[in-house]
């Protein structure tokens, strides 16, 4: 191999992104973590929801943050974990959300695992895309978008969103997604919402 010259000035990036799981490492990397507590009002059935450990793990992230929240111009990226688990028949999934400046795209891919990405526009239509290894998916603006884990491991998916998208968690926690991700007869249906 030919060796870097000291004197080069090519420097190494602090940070590091594993390619196979998704990892993100270095110290600007920001983590959280989503238990069914933090989550609770995105699942249909809220009775089983009182019967499950408040505590149970649903999803983590870990973020990328190279430039102020809300500046113009600059790139934010992530890895999201999803566990596997269902609330009754529907999977464990992200609480979703439109981009506060509405008209923003963003990238998902995914790393590991099965999952479904459910899209819905603002007129409610639905699309849900397979989520599976190697899958990439262009977001377009003013679509909100939610990952559910299919699977029975860890769904791993990265993401690349602009740095003054922000966040609208508003809308959905108000309307909700109005189809939900379910097992039925162990098939993976996409269901519609009554409520
Ligand atoms: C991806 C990105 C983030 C988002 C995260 C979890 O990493 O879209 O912006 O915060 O997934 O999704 P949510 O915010 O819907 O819980
Ligand atoms: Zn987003």
């Not at 884990?149 to 109005?178: Q, R």
Request: aromatic fraction near 10%.
């Amino acid at each position: 191999m030919i060796e870097v010259n000291e004197m080069s000035n090519i420097i190494k990036t602090h940070i590091e992104y594993n390619l196979k799981t998704g990892k993100l490492k270095g110290e600007e990397i920001q983590k959280s973590s989503r238990r069914l507590e933090d989550v609770k009002h995105i699942f249909l059935n809220q009775k089983m929801v009182e019967d499950m450990d408040p505590n149970t793990k649903i999803y983590e992230v870990e973020t990328y943050l190279p430039v102020e929240e809300g500046k113009e111009g600059g790139l934010f990226f992530g890895t999201s974990y999803v566990y596997p688990g269902k609330v009754d028949h529907e999977f464990f999934m992200t609480k979703g959300h439109f981009h506060a400046k509405k008209d923003t795209a963003e990238y998902y891919w995914c790393i590991e695992g099965q999952g479904v990405l459910l899209l819905m526009d603002e007129e409610e239509n639905i699309e849900a895309q397979m989520l599976e290894k190697g899958s990439l998916h262009y977001i377009p603006g003013c679509v909100a978008h939610r990952i559910a884990n299919t699977g029975e491991n860890m769904l791993v998916v990265g993401a690349c969103w602009p740095s003054d998208a922000g966040h609208d968690y508003k809308t959905i926690e108000k309307k909700g997604f109005s189809v939900s991700v379910v097992e039925e007869d162990g098939e993976i249906v996409i269901r519609e919402r009554e409520s």
